[in-house]
T-cell receptor, first 117, second 113 residues
Framework: GAVVSQHPSRVICKSGTSVKIECRSL??????MFWYRQFPKQSLMLMAT?????????EQGVEKDKFLINHASLTLSTLTVTSAHPEDSSFYIC?????????????FGPGTRLTVL | SQQGEEDPQALSIQEGENATMNCSYK?????LQWYRQNSGRGLVHLIL?????REKHSGRLRVTLDTSKKSSSLLITASRAADTASYFC?????????????FGTGTRLQVTL
């Protein structure tokens, strides 16, 4: 089946630094990737939709200058959390939508646990 | 918020019993999907049911959809300890390239031996 990887799986950083998270589709091409955020024991909240070669579409309430998204190729999207603060600590999950899927199926990465000290 | 509600929030059963989780949503949909998430891990797609379908089966899973009530249920039969996880429903109200998922609040299932 389709595999999506995320790197790193865990990251701890100091407040004020920036952190980049990579999302890769390993065996398929994805024109669209999605970035979600999940707080402990809560559901996934969509942050933004990332389209290859164009600007990301952010959900209401998500700061685009805070969460920079780059989708440079059909297999890679990156999320950069700029000037991270403790309240940004969360589990970040990406998904990739397979081209040609009959219902635009999304495949999810394993997630990245971000802890900001 | 467009987020759906799931019920119950937590469910604890013994191995061999059936587990039923319910999901309610707010808008009309194209399809509804169920996902499983082990603690601290990514999501695994379980099953998709289209808006014109009423019931679907996959192994020990049975999903129903009632679009008039805007609700769905997931039944896991003959549960196993390995079924312990969080289960989320996700609705997709759009089609094509505009498709995106809205997740429910989730049910945490604990299956004990």
């Amino acid at each position: 089946g389709a595999v999506v990887s995320q790197h790193p799986s865990r990251v701890i950083c100091k407040s004020g630094t920036s952190v980049k998270i990579e999302c890769r589709s390993l065996d398929f091409q994805a024109t669209t990737m999605f970035w979600y955020r999940q707080f402990p024991k809560q559901s996934l909240m969509l942050m933004a939709t990332s389209n290859e070669g164009s600007k990301a579409t952010y959900e209401q309430g998500v700061e685009k200058d805070k969460f920079l998204i780059n989708h440079a190729s059909l297999t890679l999207s990156t999320l950069t959390v700029t000037s991270a603060h403790p309240e940004d600590s969360s589990f970040y999950i990406c998904s990739a939508r397979s081209i040609g899927s009959s219902y635009n199926e999304q495949f999810f990465g394993p997630g990245t646990r971000l802890t900001v000290l | 918020s467009q987020q759906g509600e799931e019920d119950p929030q937590a469910l604890s059963i013994q191995e061999g019993e059936n587990a039923t989780m319910n999901c309610s949503y707010k808008t009309s949909i194209n399809n509804l999907q169920w996902y499983r998430q082990n603690s601290g891990r990514g999501l695994v797609h379980l099953i998709l049911i289209r808006s014109n379908e009423r019931e679907k089966h996959s192994g020990r899973l049975r999903v129903t959809l009632d679009t008039s009530k805007k609700s769905s249920s997931l039944l896991i039969t003959a549960s196993r300890a390995a079924d312990t996880a969080s289960y989320f429903c996700a609705t997709d109200k759009n089609t094509g390239t505009a498709s995106k998922l809205t997740f429910g609040t989730g049910t945490r299932l604990q299956v004990t031996l």
